[in-house]
């Protein structure tokens, strides 16, 4: 009996171990099939997802394309943030903004960028040396002026019938001032954003180095030289472009003045970054090379210095330029101006020469006084190019001897 009770306890422990076996065994094989359901369904949205972001982007790119499309640039819209508030008007095309076109000419001045920004843009400077497209060195002659130029029909004669890919100009004038010119003047439409300068103050330096900066954005010009509305040429453009151009030199006054009008207007706070035997004068008006160009614009440590400690009557024009260059690149420059100015008046301003001075005698002797000057590791008979000052009533008659005197 009690072995007939053993096998009915097992055989039901076996009943319902086989039943426990048949239901959990069931629920496995289901819980697998979820989970391989859940697996595929995750990767078959992922991969909607990807799909999905791949068309809307090509969707974005289409109509930020069609939005600029048509329009030109010289800069490119999204490298700078607007000027005083206002957007930057965009005057070319993505197209546009590929070709070299955009880096060997600026056709349009009226950028609208602040100071910082310009002068960041110009002193940028490729590795390579060789340049990608046709380059002809060009002279830009910076004009920086109180207002109109008076002499100005004489330098449209200058540059009458020349390559324009040889040269490009650039004014400064005050603010709200606008050359008067036809179209068909090689000055229109040549004037850059401004600021006020008055004579004395480092703002003249502020003039000096924008224009310079203006200037760098064409990558064609390799020579910059300064010059005011009361400026001519002695020579005719031929010889002035080879004369720069193939100069192995900058020229930049700069000498060391012993006396109250020299090492006098040194500060002594201005050491040790500055010292006094390195304090240099020299004439406001420069022609320097496109190396030097750069490193005045980006040259923001010394222009402080000069700018807190070169007050009135030290005269920042006559002394930052001329320091700082003998103090880092003295090897590049002739340490000469190429503008004649007579400064045998013992006044603030040198002589002005009006209508009475101009005779063919007088123009050829600041053409060639006889003396010879250094030019590439030798002497040459032309040291000056332009001179100044003249007085508007000087125009008739140096236009009447241009021809047969400067050539041109």
Request: glycine letters at 6%.
């Amino acid at each position: 009996m009690e072995m007939e009770n053993a096998r009915d306890t097992k055989g039901k422990f076996a009943k319902a171990r086989a039943k426990e076996d048949a239901l959990f065994g069931s629920t496995g094989v289901a819980d697998s099939s979820f989970r391989l359901l859940k697996l595929v369904s995750v990767l078959i949205i992922f991969v909607l997802g990807v799909v999905l972001g791949l068309i809307s982007g090509s969707h974005v790119d289409r109509y930020f394309d069609f939005q600029f499309r048509g329009k030109s640039v010289y800069f490119n819209p999204f490298q700078f943030g607007p000027a005083n508030d206002e957007s930057i008007e965009v005057n070319c095309g993505r197209d546009e903004l590929k070709s070299m076109d955009s880096f060997t000419g600026l056709q349009n001045l009226n950028h609208g960028l602040t100071d910082d920004q310009l002068f960041w843009r110009a002193t940028l400077v490729p590795e390579k040396e060789e340049f990608p497209f046709s380059r002809m060195p060009k002279v830009a002659f910076m004009f920086l002026t109180r207002g109109p130029i008076p002499l100005l029909p004489l330098w449209e004669r200058f540059f009458a019938g020349q390559d324009a890919d040889k040269y490009s100009i650039f004014v400064h004038a005050p603010p709200g001032f606008e050359l008067s010119v036809s179209e068909s003047s090689v000055f229109y439409r040549r004037q850059i954003p401004s600021k006020s300068v008055a004579w004395g103050s480092v703002s003249l330096v502020d003039g000096e180095k924008r224009l310079l900066a203006n200037a760098l954005l064409d990558y064609s010009n390799e020579r910059f030289v300064l010059l005011s509305e009361s400026c001519i040429p002695i020579y005719d453009f031929p010889t002035v472009h080879k004369y720069l151009v193939e100069s192995a030199h900058s020229f930049v006054e700069s000498f060391d003045d012993p006396s109250r009008y020299g090492r006098g207007r040194y500060s002594r706070w201005m050491k040790p970054d500055i010292k006094l035997s390195e304090w240099r004068k020299g004439s406001q008006w420069f022609e320097m090379q496109r190396t030097l160009a750069v490193k005045i614009v980006a040259d923001t440590k010394y222009y402080s210095i000069f700018s807190k400690y070169c007050k009135p009557s030290c005269y920042p024009d006559e002394h930052y330029i001329p320091t700082y260059i003998r103090k880092f690149y003295g090897s590049l420059n002739s340490n000469r101006t190429i503008t004649y100015v007579d400064w045998s008046l013992i006044a603030p301003h040198p002589a002005t020469f009006s209508a009475v001075n101009i005779t063919e005698g007088f123009m050829n002797s600041l053409r060639n006084n006889g003396t010879a000057c250094r030019y590439n590791f030798g002497e040459t008979p032309i040291c000056h190019l332009f001179a100044r000052k003249f007085d508007p009533s000087a125009l008739e008659p140096l236009l009447n001897i241009s021809s047969q005197v400067m050539g041109f």
